[in-house]
């Protein structure tokens, strides 16, 4: 984490949790295949790296309203990395290890966005009633 935390965003904890969850998305594809650079590299990385940037970009909405849409498209993007996650194991690019590690700091980040829309929201628990990235 940085040092200079000037923007409010920054001292988020779902977005600090987000921006480590990156760097080790961005670690584990180095690992893949050279041939799926364009492919699942690609759509993992920009999948992870929506998280945090929806998390910051909505932070300078002016309303709350506007902030928890774009927390949304971040929730949505925590899903998606869910499926890259298991598709990556299921073809070999992901040792069993490293893919549940990812998903346990991938479910944190999930609850920890989910819990600040309710927060936000003034909702006392999941709007679907389910915990994000729970094994469901």
């Given at each position: 984490m940085s040092e200079h935390q000037g923007y409010r965003f920054e001292r988020l904890v779902v977005w600090q949790k987000a921006m480590d969850f990156s760097e080790k998305v961005y670690a584990a594809t180095r690992r893949f295949p050279k041939d799926e650079v364009y492919g699942l590299t690609s759509q993992f990385?920009?999948?992870?790296?929506?998280?945090?940037?929806?998390?910051?970009?909505?932070?300078?909405?002016?309303?709350?309203?506007?902030?928890?849409?774009?927390?949304?498209?971040?929730?949505?993007?925590?899903?998606?990395?869910?499926?890259?996650?298991?598709?990556?194991?299921?073809?070999?690019?992901?040792?069993?290890?490293?893919?549940?590690?990812?998903?346990?700091?991938?479910?944190e980040v999930g609850r920890l966005l989910q819990g600040l829309i309710n927060s936000l929201s003034g909702q006392s628990g999941p709007s679907n009633n389910q915990q994000p990235g729970a094994n469901n």
């Amino acid at each position: 984490m940085s040092e200079h935390q000037g923007y409010r965003f920054e001292r988020l904890v779902v977005w600090q949790k987000a921006m480590d969850f990156s760097e080790k998305v961005y670690a584990a594809t180095r690992r893949f295949p050279k041939d799926e650079v364009y492919g699942l590299t690609s759509q993992f990385r920009r999948a992870a790296t929506s998280i945090p940037l929806n998390i910051a970009e909505g932070s300078a909405c002016k309303t709350r309203k506007e902030f928890i849409q774009f927390l949304h498209i971040a929730l949505r993007s925590q899903y998606e990395v869910v499926t890259i996650i298991r598709l990556a194991k299921r073809l070999g690019h992901l040792p069993e290890s490293d893919s549940a590690a990812l998903e346990l700091d991938v479910a944190e980040v999930g609850r920890l966005l989910q819990g600040l829309i309710n927060s936000l929201s003034g909702q006392s628990g999941p709007s679907n009633n389910q915990q994000p990235g729970a094994n469901n």
